[in-house]
């Protein structure tokens, strides 16, 4: 996916308007891109539905027409409501001047086109669809052909990524200037179909600040020299295992092994595993053998900790340690519990990720998962700046906020990755990078796109998303790596 700024709203309709007054006539230039991307698909002659709103997508829509039509394509338009903008009014204007019908509704036998293009709202829409809106969308939805949405789905939340009622479901979108969070995270990743971004050669120096970016992350820091040993990319140690979860932070100790991590301790608080069979190379040091952790370069706590007693007094002392940590799991449980362990952990100078998914993010902000998903972009944002943190918000499109505010959105991956211990597997990955040197909002950024190209691979290679385990992905993750550094 193409790489690109993220703005907020506000940001982009400044740059709209210094555009405008450079005279660079957006809308035609989008016009333009999309009549390149259909016709790049299609041969002229192929028959087109442009369906247009009442406001500036619905502009794009219009001109879009009038470009495809003068490249041969049969063209049929649909406006269901009259334009209400100045830049769509004289699309429209145009287009009647050109001769080229407009209907105002569909038959009910209306014959599938061979694509049809969406211009009915864009990223402005803020407020549910009326009946009638929605019942027309749901009838485009049925049409069996590909759909390409300008810019946003019509009644797709450009920012949150919520329907707004009914929203037509693309099998891609043409969006401009920059990246819009919602078509990448929560129900839009589904709904945006493959997200294909055009600046409209637009000039760098026009933009405004970015509030964030699509998560492109550089591998070449894990490049190593040929002179070198183990003590020189690290050491991390994993605390969790209580009895009945031995398995989380095996996952993890694998992760962070696979990772690249020179040396990794496990520290569970069941003892009854003196070894792990597939992973030898873990140095398993039981919680009750020792009166101290092992000395090591980062702590990752909370794959299988569980939310006993012991469990408090050990994220109490990872929270006195001087290294960097990996909050995740019954860490983040404790967190949400217990006031004073959150404030001590707001408070540390040194730098600490925390790895919730959405219904941890909601114990941590006293809230509910549902609120967390209808604004994923705010609530990760709240997370970092209230625990003074990195944070990644997993789920579809995982964001990687820093406490200034500024974010990543994270678009390899996807629901291969959606099977027990991925996440556990995902720490121990954060805590082998923070060992190798990262810094740990670099940190977090690589780890959530190598685990994603993980899966990412598995499905290209098994054709479907379904059946990757845990202990595969923290295989894969090193190969993923290794082709990355390859060319380098």
């Known amino acids: 996916m193409d790489a690109g700024p993220i703005l907020s709203l506000e940001a982009l309709r400044q740059l709209e308007r210094a555009a405008d ?15 390149n991307w259909a016709a790049a698909r299609l041969p002229a002659g192929s028959p087109l539905l442009i369906c247009a709103g009442p406001g500036n997508n619905g502009g794009d829509a219009l001109y879009a027409a009038l470009e495809l039509h003068g490249r ?10 009259p334009p209400a903008s100045a830049a769509c009014r004289e699309a429209r204007r145009q287009i009647d001047e050109a001769g080229l019908a407009v209907r105002q509704a569909l038959p009910a036998d209306y014959p599938p086109p061979q694509l049809l293009m969406d211009g009915l709202f864009g990223i ?42 009914a929203a037509l479901r693309a099998n891609a979108t043409l969006t401009f200037l920059c990246h819009k969070p919602g078509l990448l995270t929560g129900r839009g990743a589904d709904l945006a179909g493959q997200v294909v971004l055009d600046a409209l050669a637009c000039p760098p120096e026009l933009y405004p600040p970015a509030e964030g970016a699509l998560n492109a992350p550089d591998i070449s820091p894990l490049a190593r ?23 989380a932070i095996l996952l993890a100790g694998r992760g962070a092994l696979h990772g690249g ?25 039981p919680l009750d053998e020792m009166a101290e952790l092992p000395r090591a370069d980062v ?45 001590r952990l707001a408070k540390r100078s040194r730098p600490a990720i925390l790895t919730p998914h959405p219904a941890e993010a909601a114990r941590l902000l006293r809230t509910d998962a549902a609120a967390v998903q209808a604004d994923r972009v705010l609530h990760a944002r709240r997370l970092a700046a209230h625990f003074n943190c990195v944070v990644i918000l997993k789920g579809a499109g995982s964001l990687i906020a820093r406490p ?32 190798q040197g990262l810094p740990a909002f670099d940190a977090a950024a690589l780890a959530a796109h190598l685990h994603g190209l993980a899966g990412d ?26 082709r990355l550094l390859a060319p380098r």
């Open 72 to 81: 041969g394509y049969r063209v049929d338009i649909l406006q269901p409501a």
């Open 457 to 482: 691979d598995y499905q290209r290679e098994t054709g479907g998303p379904i059946g990757l385990t845990a202990s595969a992905t923290a295989e894969r993750v090193a190969r993923v790596a290794n």
């Open 124 to 165: 402005g829409l803020s407020r549910p669809l009326d009946d009638g809106w929605q019942r027309l969308i749901a009838a485009l939805n049925a049409l069996p052909c590909p759909k390409l949405a300008l810019d946003c789905p019509s009644g797709l939340d450009a920012y949150t990524g919520q329907a707004l009622g």
């Open 261 to 285: 991590a020179g040396k990794v301790y496990l520290c569970p608080l069941d003892d009854r595993l003196p070894v792990d069979p597939a992973a030898p190379e873990l140095m398993i040091r």
């Open 404 to 435: 200034d505010g500024y974010y990543l959105l994270n678009a390899s991956g996807g629901p291969m990755l959606a099977a027990a211990g991925q996440g556990d597997v995902l720490t121990g990955l954060i805590a082998a990078l923070l060992a």
């Open 225 to 247: 020299a040929r002179d070198s040993h183990k003590g020189s990319y690290g050491t991390v140690s994993i605390i969790g295992g209580a009895p009945g979860m031995l398995g």
């Open 21 to 35: 007054a450079a005279g660079l006539r957006l809308m035609r230039r989008a016009a333009q891109a999309a009549a």
């Open 299 to 343: 702590v990752a706590i909370g794959p299988g900790l569980g939310l006993q007693e012991p469990a408090e007094a050990l994220l109490e002392q990872a929270l006195a340690q001087p290294q960097p940590l990996v909050l995740d799991a019954d860490a983040l449980n404790l967190l949400a519990q217990r006031h004073a362990l959150a404030e």
